[in-house]
């Protein structure tokens, strides 16, 4: 059988390091067979990057921008990727890579999320952390990174934890958003995103809306892979925008709340914004 189309959507508020992401997406054993850029600003800066990169390498990109709002949307940022996508009409059965701009990929992280997505449609990775000095360290002719013994030791621990939470899910004890997957290393079946609506717009600022995607895609059914240790992506630093007691935010108050496995406000019946436009370079 034949491995699907990988389709990579990264959600940005700038360009502070989207350049080595997206070099890092050119050098692939197996090639996306797209990569939208979505901005949740229409920083020129963003756009620039993206055409310098598709200019240097030819790696197909798609952007989407519109002007900021008071509140950062990052759900509705990344449900804008996927409106975008939607545009060049991708099959259902194709796999979507979600990735975040800060996010730099494995040189076969296209390739192994399309053997993951053969055996089910929801692909769960995770990232290993770089330090700040690393991150500064990083040259653009060596960014095919290797992890060390110690984060693929860490990776493998949150895999069998995952895999524990997948025997619970099977009785019923598992938490609903459980094995939890993270949006800068996540791959979902194109239908399955639109089954539930995508990312839930109610979701505003910091956190919480990829626990509640992951939420409502386990419980459409959603087959899991667990990828954390196959499927590498490496985090560069920069500072947080993590509140310091996140656990009483409006978005965490929401995600304590019961609701929908198909949310009101996502791809479908997107919260009210400023016009998007798109770009396509292919």
């Not at 990929?105 to 055996?119: K, R, S």
């Not at 004890?173 to 109610?202: M, Q």
């Not at 409502?216 to 590498?232: C, D, E, G, I, N």
Request: net charge neutral; glycine share 4%; proline share 6%.
């Amino acid at each position: 059988m034949n491995t699907p189309p990988v389709h990579v959507v990264i959600p940005t508020h700038t360009d502070r390091h989207l350049r080595r992401t997206l070099l890092g997406l050119s050098r692939q054993t197996i090639p996306a067979a797209s990569v939208t850029v979505s901005g949740d600003t229409d920083d020129p800066a963003i756009l620039d990057v993206v055409q310098r990169v598709h200019d240097e390498t030819g790696l197909p990109l798609l952007h989407a921008c519109r002007a900021r709002h008071e509140q950062s949307r990052r759900a509705q940022t990344r449900n804008n990727g996927i409106r975008t996508l939607l545009e060049i009409d991708p099959d259902p059965e194709d796999h979507v890579l979600f990735l975040d701009g800060d996010c730099l990929p494995a040189v076969d992280l296209v390739e192994t999320h399309a053997a993951c997505a053969l055996q089910g449609e929801l692909v769960i990775g995770y990232f290993i952390p770089l330090d700040e000095t690393t991150t500064k360290q990083l040259q653009e002719h060596a960014l095919d990174l290797a992890a060390t013994a110690a984060q693929l030791e860490q990776l493998q621990a949150r895999q069998r934890r995952a895999r524990r939470q997948l025997l619970l899910r099977r009785i019923g004890l598992a938490k609903a958003h459980k094995p939890k997957a993270v949006t800068g290393n996540l791959g979902v079946r194109l239908r399955r995103i639109i089954e539930v609506n995508g990312f839930d717009e109610a979701y505003m600022d910091w956190g919480f809306e990829d626990d509640d995607f992951t939420r409502r895609l386990h419980a459409a059914k959603s087959r899991p892979v667990l990828a954390h240790s196959t499927a590498l992506v490496f985090h560069q630093w920069h500072p947080t925008l993590k509140q310091a007691d996140w656990t009483e935010t409006d978005a965490a108050r929401r995600f304590r709340t019961s609701t929908p496995m198909r949310c009101e406000h996502g791809i479908e019946h997107p919260v009210p914004q400023h016009e998007v436009s798109s770009t396509r370079l292919c």
